[in-house]
């Protein structure tokens, strides 16, 4: 038994004729379940109730329940959700000049161990499916129904490195692209990878018109190697040739993405030094502030800093935009709400604990008074 967001169009033709059934049945599946968007098979009220029967038989629906949704002014929209295994996981609506954009999150942790992120805090627990990467995206896009307003763009760049759960994404992204799916535009999804090179030349070799976006943060392998354990694995020779690569299989302009970090990767040495890597390479540069997250220490570059190695990576000839920020008035590092309810259910757990620990020692005759300690223990784990 499996969600029912898992199948892409084509294993979801191949099941209707396992079935017996003609093709034609997919299309009318597919319309329910991404037009219409309903989440019961008895809704589907042009399939005879046998087919429905058998839907249910081998299918299920949502496969995340919604947890928390905190909103920000600007409308940057956060929706933290639970799997069936009681997993956290995070995706974070934002509201653009040029549409509505969701950020995907592809695994449970994240492996890659990014000095500077809060999703690296915690280890990988699982990849995500499929169906629970599509499930964020049709939760998000019909809480938007509500306003007759549609989800234009989706990013990956949630919790997680996609390129280490790469069949899995590759087969959400299709069912999201797909004309029958939610239609959305090829060009109009992005892909954000911390330089897995195996998996950069693969998809280089599949000729998406997905946009690729290559996480840099450092113009060298020592100070990248600090930052991002990836890189001492695929070093900066081997990550430029699999950019190489992917552009001469590709008419695409791929993007590195650069977080400024305060003291460490913003000085005007080291954007002449990104603008002399990035050079030979067609590509955009976009500059990330950085979201402190408390537990790593990083500071967020000041504006002006920020604009000074703009200008400079602008007057070497780099095409470079500084992302807007977004949802600063909310937990806006990505990953921070997951990592926050994790203590909270930590905390939770513990004054479990401890009032159980207390009963039994009530029962034992031995009453101490044990508030100060779930207090303190309660404050910790939500400091
Ligand atoms: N694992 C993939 C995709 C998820 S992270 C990757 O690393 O590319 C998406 C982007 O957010 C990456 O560029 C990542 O470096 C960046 N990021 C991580 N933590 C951040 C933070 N606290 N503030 C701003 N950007 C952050
Ligand atoms: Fe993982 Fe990306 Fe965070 Fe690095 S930046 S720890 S790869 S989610």
Partial sequence: MKSIYDMSYAQMEDWCLSKGWKKFRTQQIFAWLYKERVTDFDAMSNLSKETREELKKDFYFNPLTLVRK??????????LFKTEDG????????????????????QVGCNMGCAFCASGLTKKQRDLTSAEMTAQVMHVQKELDKKGERLSHIVVMGTGEPF??????????????HDRGLAIGSRHITISTSGIVDKIRKFAEGHYQYNLAISLHAPDDTLRSKLMPV????GLDQLMSAVEYYTSLNNR???????????????PEQARELARLLRPY??????????????????????????????????????VTIRKEHGSDIDAACGQLRIKEMKREKAAKQNQELSRKQQQEADSGLVENVYDEIAEKDEDALA
Avoid at 164 to 177: A, G, L, Q, S
Avoid at 231 to 234: G, I, K, L, P, V
Avoid at 299 to 306: G, I, L, S, Y
Wanted: aromatic share 12%; charged share 25%.
């Fill in 282 to 319: 067609c590509c955009y540069v976009n500059l990330i502030p950085y979201n402190a997250v408390d537990e790593h220490g990083f500071k967020t570059t000041t504006r002006e800093e920020a604009m000074k190695f703009y200008d400079i990576l602008k007057k070497e000839g780099i095409a």
């Fill in 70 to 79: 905190q909103e920000s002014k600007d409308g940057t929209t956060k929706f």
């Fill in 87 to 106: 997993a956290l996981l995070e995706s974070v609506m934002m509201v653009f000049d040029y549409g509505n954009s969701i950020c995907v999150s592809s």
């Fill in 253 to 267: 302009r791929l993007t590195f993405e650069y977080i400024l970090l305060k003291g460490v990767n913003d000085s």
């Fill in 164 to 177: 280490d759960n790469y069949d899995r994404v590759m087969n959400f992204i299709k069912t999201v692209n």
């Fill in 231 to 234: 890189n001492r694995a695929f």
